[in-house]
């Protein structure tokens, strides 16, 4: 334990000196999902780049926030440079560095992009993104057509899978759109589960249920009511 602690601080002092073209410029949004609750963290913004970092040239991705990108209005073709951490855990975050500093624009790009979809001019705020709201989107479309438009977001998922014990949990990532519904590359894909759900509906016979219904076992000795309560819980429509 005292090794890692040593190794996360060596990593968190470590800053790497980078710039590059940007391929990229989307929502930096972190998922929390608990059966069938989730809520969202706005982070900034990440940033999809072809260039070096620390002298090695390679594509990568940087987060920023809100504030860096407001005054800079970063878009797809602009070059740029920076300042960045490597991520600590990268379970909560899809960029591999963050806690940018000494951003500046070398070269805007030119004003005529292409035709979208994809979209790759300035995002709008993060404002706009949580009043849009996201749907499911194919992550096998998200890395073909959508990993460039600002309309698309790969988002760290983290899963609570037991109410009573919220410290366990689970990580993945998850691809969402914003866009318009009517774009033409946009597909759903297959509907998303959450693990926990059928571990959670194992324990229905266990007693577990009467922390969420103590009079349950009263009411019915056969216990035929904690069924009907667990199939209400865990039926999520989940996108």
Not at 29 to 57: M, V
Not at 166 to 172: G, H
Not at 212 to 222: C, F, G, R, V, Y
């Amino acid at each position: 334990m005292v090794r890692q602690k040593r190794k996360l601080l060596v990593m968190e002092s470590n800053k790497f000196s980078w710039q590059g073209e940007l391929t990229s410029v989307q929502p930096r949004i972190r998922l929390t999902r608990s059966f069938d609750q989730r809520s969202h963290s706005y982070l900034g913004y990440t940033l999809g780049i072809k260039g070096a970092i620390d002298g090695n040239d390679g594509e990568f991705l940087i987060g920023i926030g809100k504030a860096a990108q407001a005054k800079h209005g970063f878009r797809v073709g602009d070059r740029v440079s920076g300042q960045s951490h490597p991520v600590l855990d990268n379970r909560l975050e899809t960029a591999q560095f963050y806690k940018t500093s000494a951003l500046k624009v070398i070269e805007s790009s030119a004003d005529d992009l292409n035709e979208p979809p994809p979209w790759l001019g300035v995002p709008p705020n993060l404002e706009t993104y949580r009043e849009r709201g996201h749907r499911r989107l194919d992550a096998r479309s998200y890395k073909a057509k959508c990993q460039s438009c600002i309309w698309g977001c790969n988002m760290p998922v983290e899963i609570i899978i037991d109410h009573w014990n919220p410290s366990q949990k689970r990580y993945r990532f998850e691809s969402f759109c914003y866009g318009p519904k009517s774009c033409p590359l946009y597909r759903a894909g297959r509907t998303r589960s959450v693990p926990g759900e059928k571990e959670w509906y194992g324990k229905r016979k266990t007693g577990s249920m009467s922390k969420i219904l103590p009079t349950a076992q009263w009411m019915n000795k056969d216990r035929d009511l904690y069924d009907y309560c667990y199939i209400s819980i865990i039926i999520l429509d989940l996108y």
